[in-house]
């Protein structure tokens, strides 16, 4: 059996606020083979996010163990946690994250700048064509559409050909029939690389196209819909 690309072992996740110390993550436990995709749903405030976080290294568990594509989080420096995800994840928010001074090709090409990769202009260029904006290479953010910035954000986060991609509520930003296509994008991507898909959503149609469902409630998982049964 193989060793699955992601595995959350009892995290718990606290965070201080004014009120004091908050409970985030209550001993979550979590394995996502290759290959799979895997829908995260729950009412806002169940932790759904903040999973997701951890699992991308932008969040650190308070206790629990965090191995993600052969890596253990929780043993890795910050500088160690981003040369990981540059290596092996790519990440799509809801909120495109765009650099507004750069160009769609730049924006692209930028985690592959910081690999050092001489080829990082034209892989950029071949993601934009891929996501359907070859077109678009040289305009700023602020002269494309929601959907066009959505798929400038997807683009750059298939530039590295990550083995995981994880996704927090990305059409949140857009209307339906953009929403539909970036996630055809998506899904479509990560059929061709086998890649793994985790996805935040709010959306039960959106999460019905998943393999896998996994329903967070009061930071814990409450149900978790398709996932294999070890012999």
Do not use: W, Y
């Amino acid at each position: 059996m193989s060793k699955p690309v992601i595995h959350i072992g009892n995290v718990r996740l606290s965070l201080s606020s004014r009120a004091g110390l908050v409970d985030i993550l209550q001993g979550v436990t979590l394995s996502v083979d290759a290959g799979e995709s895997v829908a995260i749903t729950g009412p806002s405030g169940s932790g759904k996010t903040s999973l997701l976080m951890i699992m991308a290294g932008l969040e650190r568990a308070t206790s629990g163990r965090v191995n993600v594509a052969n890596h253990d989080f929780t043993a890795l420096s910050e500088d160690g946690l981003a040369l990981a995800r540059g290596e092996a994840i790519g990440i799509v928010f809801q909120s495109f994250h765009l650099v507004p001074t750069m160009t769609a090709i730049e924006n692209v090409a930028l985690p592959l700048e910081f690999q050092n990769r001489p080829d990082a202009f034209e892989q950029a260029k071949e993601r934009l064509a891929e996501v359907g904006l070859g077109h678009r290479l040289h305009h700023f953010p602020a002269q494309l559409s929601g959907g066009e910035q959505q798929r400038v954000a997807l683009a750059r986060a298939l530039a590295p050909k990550p083995r995981l991609l994880l996704a927090d509520e990305p059409t949140g930003n857009l209307d339906g029939a953009t929403g539909t296509q970036v996630m055809d994008l998506i899904f479509s991507a990560q059929t061709r690389r086998n890649a793994t898909l985790v996805l935040v959503t709010h959306d039960p149609a959106l999460a019905s196209r998943c393999s896998r469902i996994v329903r967070m409630a009061d930071g814990a998982i409450a149900s978790d819909t398709g996932a294999r049964v070890a012999a």
